[in-house]
């Protein structure tokens, strides 16, 4: 397939699934449920932290925790103290445990009440064409009070070789305003210029058959080599390819 016609294709599955019907079978559709700034952000990025394993227990699980939450993310964050760790307790993932979460509550705390918020740390960290500088600093700030070792291993590090695929997958969310309704674009002193592509399972073998990608591991290596590919497409707005990988590797199994 040539350049063009490749282009073609995938942009015509951008609209495909770049609409709001892809939100009932996502994982933003958690963010979705909320207006305010920081709840979206918030709301968002724990339904990514968990975004792994079985769609429905991934949303099952998170409308559990928006639940646990008093369905109002910011203000519980902003209030979580001792007294809400038992109502924490019985939390699960696959490996992410109530231990986890009660950590990443504090670790949201900080980060709100100490480093100006989520979008903050990572506007100050990012470089002009990536944002995965920023989440190796973000990860640093994260787990910078006492915590279990276990739960590092639920915020991925882009500089130690990892996809980090679900945190990109957040960044998209908070990123690219795509005026489809899907993606929120609530963090404007970023660009969808410095994101890049969520690769997993799906968006990498369609990547690979779509002769974008190479490298046979899904991770940072690989990432680096089809943002590269996928900025040659579209230098402004590369993520939205996105929406056609998944879509072609998760719905149509092409």
Not at 44 to 69: C, E, H, P, V, Y
Not at 71 to 82: G, R
């Amino acid at each position: 397939m040539k350049k063009s016609e490749l282009k073609e294709f995938l942009d015509f599955k951008v609209d495909q699934y770049n609409n709001p019907q892809f939100i009932g079978t996502d994982p933003i559709q958690i963010p979705h449920q909320f207006s305010k700034k920081e709840d979206i952000e918030i709301a968002g990025f724990l339904a990514a932290t968990i975004a792994w394993g079985n769609r429905k227990s991934i949303l099952k699980n998170a409308n559990d925790l928006m639940q646990r939450m008093e369905n109002a993310p910011h203000d519980f964050i902003l209030n979580f103290s001792k007294k809400d760790i038992e109502g924490m307790e019985g939390f699960v993932h696959r490996t992410f445990n109530s231990i986890d979460l009660c950590y990443f509550m504090l670790a949201l705390q900080n980060i709100y009440k100490n480093h100006n918020g989520l979008e903050a740390i990572f506007n100050t960290h990012a470089s002009a064409n990536s944002l995965q500088p920023a989440i190796h600093e973000f990860k640093k700030i994260f787990f910078e009070l006492p915590h279990e070792k276990r739960t590092q291993k639920h915020v991925s590090d882009p500089l130690k070789n990892s996809a980090a695929k679900r945190i990109n997958m957040y960044l998209r969310w908070m990123v690219r305003k795509d005026n489809c309704g899907v993606d929120f674009g609530i963090w404007e002193s970023l660009s969808p210029s410095q994101l890049s592509c969520p690769l997993d399972v799906h968006s990498g073998n369609i990547a690979r058959k779509l002769k974008l990608l190479k490298r046979k591991q899904n991770d940072a290596k690989a990432l680096a080599e089809l943002d590269t590919a996928l900025r040659k497409l579209d230098h402004q707005d590369p993520v939205k390819y996105d929406f056609a990988l998944f879509g072609l590797g998760a719905f149509e199994k092409y």
